[in-house]
């Protein structure tokens, strides 16, 4: 599976960025997808994740409310909706996908339950 995404920039707090993540390579309804992120000296961190159906969801504390994770099966692609950012948003996002069925989010929260992982994308959010 090939994963590319898209969309990061340079915003101000209180902005908006979607980010894009399209997938190649393998049947995208057999994939779970999710947002992970890395900050500058630190983990590589869960922020969001989505099931095979886009059905169910789940978010780190620190982004619920303000970001939105959906899938286009049609078209292959992951998306991620940052609203409200802060600066505390910056990091390299990165979209990973994960070989299984499942109809809950909330068990792939670890980095290591993914296959697949993208370049990752640059989000910089200016106070």
């Known amino acids: 599976v090939q994963l590319q995404a898209s969309g990061g920039g340079l915003v101000q707090a209180g902005g908006s960025l979607r980010l894009s993540c399209a997938a190649s390579?393998?049947?995208?309804?057999?994939?779970?997808l999710g947002w992970f992120r890395q900050a500058p000296g630190k983990e590589r961190d869960f922020v969001a994740v989505?099931?095979?159906?886009?059905?169910?969801?789940h978010y780190s504390d620190s982004v619920k409310g303000r970001f939105t994770i959906s899938r286009d099966n049609a078209k292959n692609t992951v998306y991620l909706q940052m609203n409200n950012l802060k600066p505390e948003d910056t990091a390299v996002y990165y979209c990973?996908?994960?070989?299984?069925?499942?109809?809950?989010?909330?068990?792939?929260?670890?980095?290591?339950?993914?296959?697949?992982w993208g370049q990752g994308t640059l989000v910089t959010v200016s106070s």
């Open positions: 989505i099931t095979n159906s886009g059905g169910d969801t």
């Open positions: 390579g393998r049947a995208f309804g057999s994939l779970i």
């Open positions: 990973a996908a994960g070989a299984y069925y499942s109809d809950r989010a909330d068990v792939f929260l670890r980095a290591k339950a993914y296959h697949y």
